[in-house]
């Protein structure tokens, strides 16, 4: 299956900022999240603490923010 991987940075204020966007050929959504979490890891030196994943009809399957 064809996800999309969007990391951002979510402030108290406005629209989130999208730092890096990647497509992910996972086996399921339980995948394609368990390569977010990696992508998220990856760029918190850039200030991510959100990730929103997307599936190929572009529908919202997980929005979450970490702190």
Known sequence: MKFTIEIVRCGDI???????????????????????????EAYRAHGANGVRITNRRGEELYNWRKN
């Not at 629209?15 to 992910?24: G, K, N, T, V």
Request: net charge positive; no cysteine.
């Open 14 to 40: 406005g629209a989130p900022r999208i730092l890096h966007r990647a497509p992910s050929h996972a086996l399921g959504p339980k995948w394609a999240k368990a390569q977010a979490e990696r992508l998220l």
